[in-house]
């Protein structure tokens, strides 16, 4: 098995796309968010938080029951498994 | 085996490096605005398997997008001009050439110096080209004098509006020609009016403004308008169509717009935003339908009438999605992985598209128009996700107007560092 380990490694770093890259669905967050999700100006950072904040911060926006400046009619356009696999990408993200 | 081993070896078991290894393929884009720089950027960051060559003929791009800043005195044009030195250091072939010519046949594109580009997949973001003579009177020699700043080029359009704006006496009269739908940037003929304003309010507050659109109805009107009521009272006088709005004739010499029934309006400063279709190339290579758009497939953004190339940017017709930076931006992502599917023998990804466009109306006063966008069940049009997207609030809000500036800016060093960092 020890043998393995270091190709496998190797196969691993060889892997940007997997590793690095948003989902499609997360990549218009960018545009504001930044690269990552690090933030931008005075948009928030989303790099590194916790997933299930994340979640839980979307699902609010979306139910209208957290004061929202855009969110609120963007998470409005996307499904729950979009943002569950977008909180999943940013929650991998340095910060 | 300790714990991150194991994960390392879970991880390794679901990347498909092995498969993205085998492949190699020529991605080809033309035209390095929103769309094709996008693209260029999008498919090295996610795709390093494809060799991504980028034509466009310019050597640093000036957007279009905060251009209205630019005349308004809040920006310089230094401030929105790129260079393409980022995508080089990414690993992008840039060719600084016109394309000339697309045959979809043998895959092959056609360059102004002679050169000829293979492809395997082509992402086509050639941008818009006016409509010279659909407005009598209005040719390129016209444009300086009146100009339209509406395709920046290497931003003399929009330098040469911001001087004549500067050089303008107090009390003058600024006036606009506003195309009918659809053009670039629905928003931005009314933004352009907000920051002139901005501007004469300042250093000529005595001065007019002449909007004269040959629409009824417009982008965030409401919003606008109220802006318009609250920092620029009696400064501002838009007339639409049917009022006689549609300007049919201009005059450089005389300085004068002609509308519809027979109306002269002298001016002291003219800006015409003309009416557009895709650009040349696209028609030439027989994408473009009776429109003078391009019709796409609403989940791969292929042409309808060439499979293997994809056109986004405001060159296409993107169902109820406006001709937008953000919009281009978000296709053009669809496209390459659409590309990179097709390359594998993969289906398509699932689409969503997304647009936010930001107008800045004043000093911290911000407004913005969201969409989120699919295709429908059948993969046959584009529709907006219902019960989603809209335009800001109306009323007294200056918080949501001071943050949505903030926003915007926010927004164009993001997009900005996604298309060119």
């Given at each position: 098995?020890?043998?393995?380990?270091?190709?496998?490694?190797?196969?691993?770093?060889?892997?940007?796309?997997?590793?690095?890259?948003?989902?499609?669905?997360?990549?218009?967050?960018?545009?504001?968010?930044?690269?990552?999700?690090a933030?931008?100006?005075?948009?928030?950072?989303?790099?590194?938080?916790?997933?299930?904040?994340?979640?839980?911060?979307?699902?609010a926006?979306?139910?209208?029951?957290?004061?929202?400046?855009?969110?609120?009619?963007?998470?409005?356009?996307?499904?729950?498994?979009?943002?569950?696999a977008?909180?999943?990408?940013?929650?991998?993200?340095?910060? | 085996?300790?714990t991150?081993?194991?994960?390392?070896?879970?991880?390794?078991?679901?990347?498909?490096a092995?498969?993205?290894?085998?492949?190699?393929?020529?991605?080809?884009?033309?035209?390095?605005?929103?769309g094709?720089?996008?693209?260029?950027?999008?498919a090295?960051?996610?795709?390093?398997?494809?060799?991504?060559?980028?034509?466009?003929p310019?050597?640093?791009?000036?957007?279009?997008?905060y251009?209205?800043?630019?005349?308004?005195?809040?920006?310089?044009?230094?401030?929105?001009?790129?260079?393409?030195?980022?995508l080089?250091?990414?690993?992008?072939?840039?060719?600084?050439?016109?394309?000339?010519?697309?045959?979809?046949?043998?895959?092959?594109?056609?360059?102004?110096?002679?050169?000829?580009?293979?492809?395997?997949?082509?992402i086509l973001?050639?941008?818009?080209?006016?409509?010279?003579?659909?407005?009598?009177?209005?040719?390129?020699?016209?444009?300086?004098?009146?100009?339209?700043?509406?395709?920046?080029?290497?931003?003399?359009?929009?330098?040469l509006?911001?001087?004549?704006?500067?050089?303008?006496?107090?009390?003058?009269?600024?006036?606009?020609?506003?195309?009918?739908?659809?053009?670039?940037?629905?928003?931005?003929?009314?933004?352009?009016i907000?920051m002139?304003?901005?501007?004469?309010?300042?250093?000529?507050?005595?001065?007019?403004?002449?909007?004269?659109?040959?629409?009824?109805?417009?982008?965030?009107?409401?919003?606008?308008?109220?802006?318009?009521?609250?920092?620029?009272?009696?400064?501002?006088?838009?007339?639409?169509?049917?009022?006689?709005?549609?300007?049919?004739?201009v005059?450089?010499?005389?300085?004068?717009?002609?509308t519809?029934?027979?109306?002269?309006?002298?001016?002291?400063v003219?800006?015409?935003?003309?009416?557009?279709t895709a650009?040349?190339?696209?028609?030439?290579?027989?994408?473009?339908?009776?429109?003078?758009?391009?019709p796409?497939?609403?989940?791969?953004?292929?042409?309808?009438?060439?499979?293997?190339?994809?056109?986004?940017?405001?060159?296409?017709?993107?169902?109820?999605?406006?001709?937008?930076?953000?919009v281009?931006?978000?296709?053009?992502?669809?496209?390459?992985?659409?590309?990179?599917?097709?390359?594998?023998?993969e289906?398509?990804?699932?689409?969503?598209?997304f647009?936010?466009?930001?107008?800045?109306?004043?000093?911290?006063y911000?407004?913005?128009?969201?969409?989120?966008?699919?295709?429908?069940?059948?993969?046959?049009?584009?529709?907006?996700?219902?019960?989603?997207?809209?335009?800001?609030?109306?009323?007294?809000?200056?918080?949501?107007?001071?943050?949505?500036?903030?926003?915007a800016?926010?927004?164009?060093?993001?997009?900005?560092?996604?298309?060119?960092?």
């Amino acid at each position: 098995m020890r043998l393995f380990i270091p190709a496998i490694a190797a196969l691993v770093l060889a892997a940007p796309a997997w590793a690095q890259n948003a989902p499609l669905a997360a990549q218009a967050c960018l545009s504001c968010h930044g690269a990552n999700g690090a933030g931008q100006g005075g948009v928030p950072n989303l790099a590194g938080r916790d997933r299930a904040e994340l979640v839980a911060l979307m699902a609010a926006f979306r139910a209208n029951e957290r004061p929202a400046t855009i969110m609120g009619r963007i998470t409005r356009g996307y499904s729950e498994a979009e943002i569950a696999a977008s909180a999943e990408y940013f929650s991998r993200q340095g910060r | 085996m300790n714990t991150s081993r194991r994960a390392l070896l879970g991880a390794a078991i679901t990347a498909p490096a092995l498969v993205q290894a085998q492949t190699q393929a020529r991605l080809l884009i033309i035209g390095g605005g929103f769309g094709g720089a996008t693209a260029a950027n999008f498919a090295r960051r996610t795709y390093p398997w494809l060799q991504v060559t980028l034509v466009e003929p310019k050597t640093s791009f000036v957007t279009c997008p905060y251009g209205n800043l630019v005349l308004g005195g809040f920006r310089q044009i230094g401030d929105i001009t790129h260079s393409y030195d980022g995508l080089r250091a990414r690993g992008v072939t840039v060719v600084h050439d016109w394309a000339t010519g697309i045959d979809a046949n043998a895959r092959n594109v056609r360059l102004q110096g002679g050169q000829s580009l293979g492809y395997d997949r082509l992402i086509l973001s050639p941008g818009i080209a006016l409509r010279w003579g659909a407005i009598e009177g209005y040719d390129e020699a016209a444009a300086e004098t009146m100009p339209h700043a509406w395709v920046p080029g290497d931003g003399a359009q929009t330098l040469l509006l911001r001087r004549q704006l500067e050089a303008m006496p107090d009390g003058g009269v600024v006036g606009l020609a506003i195309p009918g739908n659809p053009f670039r940037c629905p928003p931005g003929p009314y933004e352009r009016i907000s920051m002139i304003a901005a501007y004469l309010k300042r250093h000529k507050p005595r001065s007019k403004i002449l909007a004269l659109d040959a629409k009824e109805a417009f982008s965030k009107q409401g919003l606008f308008q109220d802006a318009w009521a609250a920092l620029y009272p009696g400064m501002i006088e838009w007339v639409p169509a049917n009022r006689d709005g549609r300007v049919v004739r201009v005059d450089p010499r005389a300085m004068e717009f002609e509308t519809e029934f027979g109306t002269r309006h002298k001016l002291d400063v003219a800006n015409v935003i003309p009416a557009q279709t895709a650009a040349r190339i696209a028609a030439s290579a027989g994408l473009t339908d009776n429109s003078g758009w391009v019709p796409v497939n609403p989940v791969t953004f292929e042409a309808r009438a060439a499979a293997n190339i994809h056109v986004v940017g405001d060159a296409n017709i993107p169902g109820p999605m406006p001709k937008s930076g953000f919009v281009a931006n978000t296709t053009a992502k669809q496209a390459v992985a659409s590309a990179a599917a097709a390359l594998r023998g993969e289906a398509a990804p699932e689409a969503v598209y997304f647009n936010t466009c930001y107008s800045h109306v004043g000093d911290d006063y911000g407004i913005s128009v969201v969409g989120v966008f699919r295709p429908n069940a059948e993969a046959t049009a584009i529709v907006e996700v219902p019960n989603s997207g809209g335009v800001s609030p109306r009323g007294n809000l200056p918080e949501q107007r001071r943050l949505e500036a903030t926003y915007a800016d926010s927004w164009y060093a993001s997009i900005t560092r996604d298309m060119f960092g």
